[in-house]
């Protein structure tokens, strides 16, 4: 028999276990605030005695995210992770300190299908979804790691968070429950590339985090060619989808907008963003690209960036430049798992 995966079970789901075992209502309760401090293993839940524990280890298991590398900015204190989960997959979680409190931006699949042309994820292929208990363990290890409360998250991470729907819902309902890490949905983003029939399923949810949608051009021409997604579901699609998601929920949906020198950062493609974007409850934040191997993509002047922003203001819109948080560890998603797997890969071909 499978083990199950009970990290991943709301408290009504392991009381009615439980209950079918003979186990009072209170038991599951214990077990499953002890599952939301992060614990790596049964025998670490001191309340519950040796018998008990052991049929819980027979029944059950753990999703645990093991810090394989950690990477600590000098500029800022940002902190990059490398973890290992159970089947020894790894995935990234970057950890900052903002004047309102620590905010963790996880991942939710390891790997990506959507190869956006600029982003190092994809460049290392998808290897599978993470479950909602691997969402939830990157946080713990991140926040039992460094001795602190996280209050934000930010699903940013590796993967395409609406790709991974149902654990993507099931993650939501665990980490804001009232009795596991209580993290409350206006304290949480979620980032999609643009994955039209799940924004429309999560609108009808009227859930009340952020939704960030990775937009990074104006018009389908541009954005076809560094956005394979873009070719199912084109500008005006993904606009007419988002301006439904704010109608619903009346949250302000940010469109983030990688600037990539003489690619997208033209005074045309701000005035024309800047008409798509008319009359939308939303705002743009501007990045500067990151630098990815094999992308051949750079980053927008400073100047350029200020011009395009100076467009979009000037036309009414809401925009924003990125604050560049770790800087000098590459705090981006991605790079460093592809990086410790290139490595590995070479140590084993001189073996």
């Given at each position: 028999?499978?083990?199950?995966?009970?990290?991943?079970?709301?408290?009504?789901e392991?009381?009615?276990?439980f209950?079918?075992?003979?186990?009072p209502?209170?038991?599951?309760?214990?077990?499953?605030k002890w599952?939301?401090?992060?614990?790596?293993?049964?025998?670490?839940?001191?309340?519950?005695?040796?018998?008990?524990?052991?049929?819980?280890?027979?029944?059950?298991?753990?999703?645990?995210?093991v810090?394989?590398?950690k990477?600590?900015?000098?500029?800022?204190?940002?902190?990059?992770?490398?973890?290992r989960?159970?089947?020894?997959?790894?995935?990234?979680?970057?950890?900052?300190?903002?004047?309102?409190?620590?905010?963790?931006?996880i991942?939710t699949?390891?790997?990506?299908?959507?190869?956006c042309?600029?982003?190092?994820?994809g460049?290392?292929?998808?290897?599978?979804?993470?479950?909602?208990?691997?969402?939830?363990?990157?946080?713990?290890?991140?926040?039992n790691d460094?001795?602190?409360?996280?209050?934000?998250?930010?699903?940013?991470?590796?993967g395409?968070?609406?790709?991974?729907y149902?654990?993507?819902?099931?993650?939501?309902?665990?980490?804001?429950?009232?009795?596991?890490?209580?993290?409350?949905?206006?304290?949480?983003s979620?980032?999609?590339?643009?994955?039209?029939d799940?924004?429309?399923?999560l609108?009808?949810?009227?859930?009340?985090?952020?939704?960030?949608?990775?937009?990074?051009?104006?018009?389908?021409?541009?954005?076809?060619?560094?956005?394979?997604?873009n070719?199912?579901?084109g500008?005006?699609?993904?606009?007419?989808?988002?301006?439904?998601?704010?109608?619903?929920?009346?949250?302000?949906?940010?469109?983030?907008?990688?600037?990539?020198?003489g690619?997208?950062?033209?005074?045309?493609?701000?005035?024309?963003?800047?008409?798509?974007?008319?009359?939308?409850?939303?705002?743009?934040?501007l990045?500067?690209?990151?630098?990815?191997t094999?992308?051949n993509?750079?980053?927008?002047?400073?100047?350029?960036?200020?011009?395009?922003?100076?467009?979009?203001?000037?036309?009414?819109?809401?925009v924003?430049?990125?604050?560049?948080?770790?800087?000098?560890?590459?705090a981006?998603?991605?790079?460093?798992?592809?990086?410790?797997?290139?490595?590995?890969?070479?140590v084993?071909?001189i073996q």
């Amino acid at each position: 028999m499978s083990l199950q995966d009970i990290k991943s079970m709301t408290l009504d789901e392991i009381k009615a276990d439980f209950a079918a075992d003979g186990q009072p209502a209170f038991r599951a309760l214990q077990i499953y605030k002890w599952l939301h401090r992060g614990l790596m293993s049964f025998d670490e839940m001191s309340d519950q005695s040796k018998a008990f524990r052991q049929k819980l280890s027979e029944r059950y298991y753990i999703a645990n995210a093991v810090i394989e590398t950690k990477l600590t900015s000098k500029i800022d204190d940002t902190i990059k992770y490398l973890f290992r989960l159970n089947d020894g997959e790894y995935v990234e979680s970057v950890l900052m300190n903002y004047h309102h409190g620590h905010t963790i931006c996880i991942s939710t699949q390891v790997g990506c299908k959507m190869n956006c042309a600029f982003c190092a994820t994809g460049k290392s292929g998808f290897s599978r979804d993470l479950t909602a208990s691997e969402m939830l363990a990157q946080i713990q290890s991140a926040q039992n790691d460094v001795g602190i409360r996280i209050s934000n998250v930010v699903m940013m991470g590796m993967g395409e968070a609406l790709d991974n729907y149902k654990n993507m819902l099931r993650f939501l309902e665990l980490v804001s429950s009232d009795d596991g890490m209580n993290i409350g949905m206006r304290h949480i983003s979620l980032s999609t590339c643009g994955i039209v029939d799940k924004i429309y399923d999560l609108a009808e949810k009227k859930l009340q985090l952020t939704l960030s949608v990775s937009l990074h051009a104006p018009n389908d021409e541009i954005r076809s060619k560094t956005m394979p997604v873009n070719q199912r579901w084109g500008v005006d699609e993904l606009l007419k989808a988002c301006r439904y998601y704010g109608k619903l929920t009346g949250r302000r949906i940010s469109f983030e907008y990688a600037m990539i020198s003489g690619v997208n950062d033209s005074d045309d493609c701000a005035g024309e963003l800047a008409e798509k974007l008319k009359g939308t409850l939303s705002h743009v934040n501007l990045i500067p690209v990151n630098d990815v191997t094999g992308a051949n993509f750079q980053k927008s002047s400073v100047d350029r960036l200020q011009k395009f922003s100076r467009v979009l203001s000037n036309k009414g819109i809401t925009v924003t430049v990125r604050r560049t948080l770790g800087s000098d560890i590459n705090a981006s998603c991605g790079q460093l798992r592809r990086r410790y797997k290139e490595e590995v890969a070479n140590v084993e071909n001189i073996q």
